[in-house]
Each structure stands twice: as C-alpha cells, then as structure tokens.
C-alpha cells in the first residue's frame, strides 16, 4: 500500500507504508527515485499485459467487443474505442434485433452494437425480445409486434429499435417501418385479441400461424421515401449517444490523419499552449455575452474519437461567427488551456473542410534524403520565416518547432516514393495561396500539385 508523504524540493514523495524503513532516494535536480514497486508485483502485471496483447492480436474482435462493453457506461471511452477500432479495420454496426446481445457482440467480423445502449429500451424489453428470437428470427414488423405485445415493447421502444437501425434486415427503409408502426401494432394488438377468444385467419386454423404468409395480411401505409442519411445519422447520435452507420467526418478520415494529427480525445493530455490543427464537428453553440457587452461562444466539438469544449473570444467569434452552425465540418486552429483541472481549445481561426485545400509535393527517395533538397523545399515554402511569428519561442508544433501565428492555413502534404504514407510538413510551411506555392515549388524543379479536401 502506498500513500503520499512528504514534499521534497516540489515533489509529492510516495511511501510504501508495508515496509519498515523510508526506501525512497533524492536524486540530482529534485528527482525522485523509489523502489516500492516489488517483482512479484511487476511479473503480475507483466503476465495480464501478456495475455491482454495475445487476444488483442490473436481475436481482436472479441477482446474488442468485450473491451467496449467494460466501459460501455463511459461515452468518452466507448467513442475513443469505437475510433480504435475504425483503425483495426473493425466495423461497429448498427443493433440488430435478430443478432445483438443485451452488450457488445462479435458478429462475422464486425462487432454489433448492444441492446442496452439503445434510449428507451429498457431491460425488460430487451429480455423479452432475447427471450422471443430463441423460438426464430423476426422476419417483419408485423412478427415482431404479434410476438410481443405492448406491455412488453411498447411504442416508445419500438421506434427506438426502428430509429437505431435495429431493424434494418427486416426493412431497410426506415421511415416506412416508422409510418407503418402505428396501424401494425393495432393489427398486432386486433389479432392477438382474436386467437385469445378462440378465432383466428385460416393459416392459425391449419397450425402455420409462424409462416410468413399469416403477416402478408398485415396493413401498410403508402409506400414512403426513406430519410436522408443526415437524418438518420442524427437519430443515431440521439438514441445511442454515437455516429454508427456512419460518421460526417468519416469522408475526410484518412485526410484527417495527416492534416490534422491531433484527436480531440487527445487534448486533454497534450501539453498546455500548444498551437493545435484539428478537423472537426460542431455538436453545440452557447453564445455568451461579456461584461463588456462583446459576443463570444463557447462550443461542444466532436471528431471521430471524442470531443471537448471549445472557447471563441470576441475577437475571433467577429471574423468565424458566420461559421457558427451546429452540424457544421470544419478544420479549426487553436490552442490548448488548462484552467482548475478542465481542458479546452481556445480558438483561433476556422474554415469550412469544403473550402480547404491542401499542397500536395511528390519526391523521390534520393529527394527525401539529400539535406540540399529539403532546405530548398524549405526556403520556397517559408522564404522569411520570421515573418509573422510573434509566437516564436512560445509554443512547440508536435515536430518540436515553433509555430509562428499568421495567416497560412493550406497545409502542404509530401508524398515520398514508395512510402505508404504521406508526411505532414509543420505549420510554420503551411501556404497562404496554393496556386501560388505549386507554381513556386514547380518553378524550383519540385512535382507539385493542390487538391481539395472534399471531393
């Protein structure tokens, strides 16, 4: 057992409380050294992270759905995961009212969402949908309302299953299910009352009440168009907390990770004042009016693995305000502040991800490692670089330079022969015109070319 002791030159001293005798040392400029952590301690640990990375590589889709479903209380965790396994190249789908599990399910590859995390599915609904399908799968609408009457899945859960994407292999259209749930129920509701009186259709008269055929003469409504993928996106994020059939920033994801390479969910650990480029999605807007009587905003913004608040002062809440929209994609530009334990982004410049390009320079690998070459690259991007930058000496870019605040906002993206991937070159290379730096770096003998973000 460990508990906090003495400070010593600023740092918080930890003793070990099982043993005798202080064995924690002084070192040189204020460290200090400990040698609490015994080795039985340190081979139990080494054996669970052992067999924690064997099923990580060895089943990665069951210790996934079983790592999701340990944290299935905790938004945060499960959005950070789910993003985790977007880069395993393991798809977390929609529920499945024939397949899901009361948590998350492995399911030919992919892991299906849980039943418990649907609003308004209760755990008596979800038992008596799980305790129903062991006598076969639902087929319709109708054989899902005829085996389970409203006192044990009532409407309100009904259009969450629909609204979820539960539904979907019964009938993929899911505003149809929602305009022909109303009269199903009544039909489901009619018949039951029917076979409890001793009547029923011909198909209950000869024993074939679970074909198929019995939910032919269940009503429908006139045929409808489905909802648009926004909608059905935002009945997703209402219902189960997440984007999981899709995601609006799922478009520019690969583009994301070389632009901007920060995750929101990454904020709250970076380093404070840290000059931050990230692309993401407005989720809320509360405008703020201060004592002076200047407008300011204060945002809830999302990316795919998390989201974290972000501050608009009024100086820059006057140049972005028209950009202010909720459900809005964008690429911002801020930094990282830290104020009484809570992380935010304090932004600084924003810009619509449809709006932004990107300068895209391919060289050769002789290129890539002649010193003469890159600081020719260098001098054509950045031919002053110390114009503009009143922040130098401030803050470090995440390749351990200064980012000089100016008004560069096109990023410039190196394709290396034979690389998979593509290099980010830091911001204080970034362009403020793209055509006018591809016909620089073209007239200095580079390959260069400027694309869109979103095509």
């Known amino acids: 057992m460990k508990i906090a002791g003495r400070k010593s030159l600023g740092v918080q001293c930890v003793f070990d409380i099982g043993l005798k005798h202080d064995h924690n040392f002084l070192l040189d400029k204020g460290y200090i050294a400990s040698n609490c952590f015994n080795k039985s301690h340190s081979v139990a640990y080494g054996y669970v992270t052992y067999q924690t990375a064997y099923l990580k590589a060895n089943y990665p889709v069951e210790y996934m759905a079983a790592l999701l479903s340990s944290v299935s209380g905790d938004q945060d965790k499960v959005q950070r995961y789910i993003a985790n396994c977007r880069s395993m190249g393991i798809s977390v789908v929609p529920p499945d009212v024939n397949s899901s599990g009361e948590d998350f399910t492995p399911h030919d590859e992919q892991i299906l969402f849980g039943l418990a995390a649907i609003k308004n599915l209760g755990a008596g609904p979800i038992a008596a949908i799980l305790q129903a399908r062991q006598d076969g799968a639902f087929t319709s609408l109708a054989d899902l309302c005829s085996r389970l009457d409203s006192r044990s899945l009532n409407k309100k859960a009904l259009e969450a299953l629909i609204q979820t994407g539960a539904l979907d292999l019964l009938e993929p259209n899911r505003h149809q299910l929602m305009s022909d749930l109303d009269i199903t129920m009544e039909w489901a509701s009619r018949r039951a009352k029917e076979q409890a009186s001793g009547q029923g259709n011909i198909f209950d008269f000869f024993g074939e009440s679970s074909n198929t055929k019995t939910f032919d003469t269940a009503p429908t409504t006139t045929r409808v168009q489905d909802y648009s993928s926004q909608e059905k996106l935002r009945m997703e994020k209402e219902l189960l907390g997440f984007y999981i059939s899709d995601h609006p920033l799922s478009v520019v994801s690969r583009s994301a990770k070389v632009m901007a390479p920060i995750n929101l969910c990454d904020i709250p650990e970076s380093s404070e004042t840290k000059i ?111 114009y503009g930058n009143s922040n130098q000496g401030k803050g470090n870019s995440s390749y351990g330079r200064n980012e000089p605040e100016s008004s560069n906002k096109i990023p410039v993206i190196a394709a290396i022969e034979y690389m998979p991937k593509l290099v980010r070159l830091g911001n204080q290379f970034w362009v403020q015109d793209e055509q006018t730096a591809v016909k620089a770096l073209q007239q200095a003998g580079f390959k260069a070319t400027y694309d869109a973000l979103v095509t």
């Not at 608009?312 to 990282?336: A, C, Q, S």
């Open 276 to 386: 931050v480029t990230a692309i993401a999605l407005i989720l809320e807007i509360k405008e703020v009016v201060t004592k002076k009587g200047d407008r300011m905003a204060i945002l809830q913004l999302e990316d795919l693995t998390g989201s974290t608040e972000a501050v608009v002062f009024p100086k820059t809440f006057d140049k972005v305000k028209h950009l202010l929209e909720k459900d809005k994609r964008l690429m911002v530009w801020g930094k990282i502040d830290r104020r009484d334990e809570q992380t935010q982004l304090i932004i600084d410049d924003m810009q619509p991800i449809e709006s932004v390009r990107m300068v895209r320079v391919e060289l050769t690998r002789e290129q890539a490692s002649d010193r003469q070459v890159l600081q020719q690259l260098k001098t054509v991007l950045n031919p002053n670089p110390n």
